[in-house]
Structure formats: structure tokens, C-alpha cells
Antibody
């Protein structure tokens, strides 16, 4: 059974840092394309980042230069390092598997809540 | 960035109705479009990818069509379980972008 479990969400002050984790079971993170998507309270979905199998990364304009996506093969876990956090980064953060070229985000976790507030 | 515009934003319908949601892209995205369903407090669920390919396990009352800049999601006969918010997403170019969502509620 495929399971993605996010953790690490918290209440943090503007300018702070946080690292989100996404523990995966049922498939190997390093052999799949992985992504983060966020959803501000009561709002729609916003794509954040993707990590290719080969290690290439892409980011949304609003997080570029502040967020870093990575993985730990030994722990089969995906991460999102979030620096210089802003109030507008407040959201539920989902990790998801991208099926690869031609495919979409087919497996999702339940999300972890990040609240940026003073 | 490619803008995705869904219409309508809200749709009131009854069980058994045929429902159609439209998604327009600000530029050509070929067929690189997905549809997701999201219920309150739950993660999005992939329904359709590549504009018209049904994800494994998704009921056949859901269908997708279109290419280029105009796409539709159709639910042939609405069931109680289908009341939810639906999002389109383009994955033709970075950054990927989502539509603003269409909420399907009970008339």
C-alpha cells in the first residue's frame, strides 16, 4: 500500500526556518519524481516544487531562492527546507508523487500545516 | 506563467445531473492537463491526466476532453459522493499552475 506521511509543520515567526518531511512507504522516493503542493486556508492549490529522479529541481516563483527540496534515500523520505518564511507561506503543505512525463500527481499525503505569524 | 481559469467557480446541481466544468489555459498546453477532486479536510485525488485519460480506479462517469487551451471535465450523472471542489492543473511548463477551483454543491 502506498502511503505518504508529512510532518514538521508548526507555528513559526516571519523570517524563520522550518523543514518539512514526507515519509513514504509503498514505493522508492529515489526512483520517482516527487513534488510539494500547498494550500492556504480556504484557498486553492499552489504548486511549490519538484524533484526529478536525476536530482534536478524546479520551484514556483513565490518560493524560489527560499525553499529547497531534497530526499534521503536511506530513510525513503522527501524534505522541504523552508527559509526566510513569510506570512503568505501559511498553508497546508502536501507532498505528492509525480508519475513522470505525461503523468500527473497520483499519490498525495494528508498534509502538514505551516503557520507563519508573529 | 500559464494562467488556468476555471468556470464556473460554483455550480449547484442535483443527484443525477450531468455536470460540465471548463478550464481555459492562457497559452497552448497541448494535452498536459489533469483534473483533481478535493473534499473538505482531504487531500486532492487525481481523476484524469493527459486531458482525457481516466486514472485507475476512477469511475467511468467522469470524463475529460480538450486540447490546446480549452478543456472540460464532465460528470455524466452526479452521485452524492461527487459533491466536492474540482481543480484543473497544467503540467506543460514550469511553473505548474492550477485553476482556482470549481465547487460543486447541492442544489
Amino acid at each position: 500500500e502506498v502511503l505518504l506521511v508529512e510532518s514538521g509543520g508548526d507555528l513559526i515567526q516571519p523570517g524563520g526556518s522550518l523543514r518539512l518531511s514526507c515519509e513514504v512507504s509503498g514505493f522508492t522516493v529515489s526512483s520517482n519524481y516527487m513534488s510539494w503542493v500547498r494550500q492556504a486556508p480556504g484557498k486553492g492549490l499552489e504548486w511549490v516544487s519538484v524533484l526529478y529522479i536525476a536530482g534536478d529541481t524546479f520551484y514556483g516563483d513565490s518560493v524560489k531562492g527560499r525553499f529547497t527540496i531534497s530526499r534521503d534515500t536511506s530513510k525513503n523520505t522527501l524534505y522541504l527546507q523552508m527559509d526566510s518564511l513569510r506570512v503568505e507561506d501559511t498553508a497546508l503543505y502536501y507532498c505528492a508523487r509525480w508519475g513522470g512525463y505525461g503523468y500527473a500527481l497520483d499519490y498525495w499525503g494528508q498534509g502538514t500545516l505551516v503557520t507563519v505569524s508573529s | 506563467d500559464i494562467q488556468m481559469t476555471q468556470s464556473p467557480s460554483t455550480l449547484s446541481a442535483s443527484v443525477g445531473d450531468r455536470v460540465t466544468i471548463t478550464c481555459r489555459a492562457s497559452q497552448n498546453i497541448n494535452s498536459w492537463l489533469a483534473w483533481y477532486q478535493q473534499k473538505p479536510g482531504k487531500a486532492p485525488k487525481l481523476l484524469i491526466y493527459k486531458a482525457s485519460t481516466l486514472q485507475t480506479g476512477v469511475p467511468s462517469r467522469f470524463s475529460g476532453s480538450g486540447s490546446g487551451t480549452e478543456f472540460t471535465l464532465t460528470i455524466s450523472s452526479l452521485l452524492p459522493d461527487d459533491f466536492a471542489t474540482y481543480y484543473c492543473q497544467q503540467y506543460n511548463a514550469w511553473p505548474w499552475t492550477f485553476g482556482q477551483g470549481t465547487k460543486v454543491d447541492i442544489k
